[in-house]
């Protein structure tokens, strides 16, 4: 069946159905990761985008539960160069996801790399350009989009029983590799709501603020919670927890032109002078300028990529330490919060 990627801005990029039927509307983003898709499908951060694969063949390992970073997909769109393998193609058809093929992904990237991540619809069959196009344009923008709510866990749940040191995480869009990090560096987990009160989490070793999606500007009840559990627990925060942390500081985020997603971002830790590769995505930054705090900084666009408020007793990263897919440069970073938590304790 024939497909089709359809641009806010009028470009069309042909290519062939090899997933679920019909329409599927999002943000146009790509990631650079060359494995991991099955995790990047199923990364709550991935909520409302159609995302290029820029790695030229995808599926070719198969699928595996274990793998899935959350319950259910939320990229709404795969659009690839090849896809590889009936069980990758199965699986996305089975889990709603459309998917395109034979797509000159390269064009594509280029092209959002010079007009920005922007709306845009994946069609699986026959369409009406103009008609798709003017639907598109309906949608709402990425800017502004308070996502949080409908990718957060509803209700507080155990995910660790046992552990040295008790750790509360706040779901903004968790991924399952983050909990079995802090479960495997000691800790017992417990998972709270996005909406959780600051005092439900004040009587922990260490709360961990987690990824999510969408813009942290909108936020405000969750950045004033954080606001007043700081200095009284010590704080770690992950990508969306990062911004929210710079937020809270008084520090502006803002929308890159077209984000970062992928497994080769390099980031500089100011006070190692180290360079880690490290695992990225998100669509929305923490503005250089104000340098109060700031550990790390991205050495492809210099904005905010690490903040340390030892008066606060929160830190953050804006890259993945669990990365899943990436590299494990910035691995210690989960377990060190731990192990200070054990010490303490």
């Excluded at 290519?15 to 199923?42: I, L, P």
């Excluded at 290029?52 to 259910?72: H, K, L, Q």
């Excluded at 709603?96 to 845009?120: P, Y």
């Excluded at 989009?145 to 409908?150: E, I, P």
Aim: with cysteine; proline share 5%.
């Amino acid at each position: 069946m024939s497909g089709a990627l359809i641009l806010e801005d009028g470009a069309v990029f042909a290519g062939e159905s090899v997933g679920a039927d019909g329409f599927a509307f999002g943000e146009a983003v790509f990631t650079t990761s060359m494995t991991g898709y099955q995790e990047v499908a199923t990364d709550p951060s991935f909520e409302g985008q159609i995302v290029c694969f820029t790695a030229p063949m995808i599926g070719n390992y198969g699928v595996d539960e274990r793998r899935s970073e959350s319950r259910r997909t939320h990229a709404t769109a795969v659009v690839m160069r090849e896809a590889r393998g009936p069980e990758w193609t199965d699986w996305l058809h089975d889990q709603g996801v459309v998917g395109l093929t034979g797509v000159d992904t390269r064009s594509l990237v280029l092209h959002l790399r010079e007009a920005g991540a922007m709306r845009a619809a994946a069609v699986a069959g026959d369409h009406d350009t103009d008609e798709v196009l003017r639907a598109v344009r309906e949608q709402p923008a990425m800017a502004g989009a308070a996502l949080v709510a409908g990718v957060s866990t509803r209700d507080r749940y155990t995910y660790a029983r046992d552990g040295a040191v008790r750790v509360a995480v706040v779901d903004f869009g968790c991924k399952r590799s983050i909990l079995r990090t802090l479960e495997a560096s000691g800790a017992a987990v417990d998972v709270f709501p996005h909406d959780v009160a600051a005092d439900s989490l004040a009587d922990y070793d260490g709360v961990l603020l987690s990824p999510g999606p969408g813009d942290p500007a909108p936020l405000a009840d969750e950045t004033r919670m954080l606001q007043d559990l700081l200095g009284r627990v010590p704080v770690l925060g992950v990508c969306l927890g990062h911004q929210l942390l710079a937020l809270a500081t008084g520090k502006e985020t803002f929308k890159l032109p077209f984000g970062h997603r992928g497994a080769n971002h390099p980031v500089l830790d100011h006070r190692s002078r180290k360079v880690l590769v490290t695992s990225q995505n998100h669509g929305f930054a923490v503005a250089p300028g104000d340098e109060s705090g700031v550990t790390h900084s991205s050495l492809y666009d210099g904005t905010v990529e690490g903040l340390d408020y030892p008066e606060l007793r929160a830190r953050s990263a804006q890259f993945h330490p669990e990365a899943s897919p990436g590299p494990h440069d910035a691995a210690s970073i989960i377990g060190s919060f731990v192990e200070e938590l054990k010490t303490a304790a």
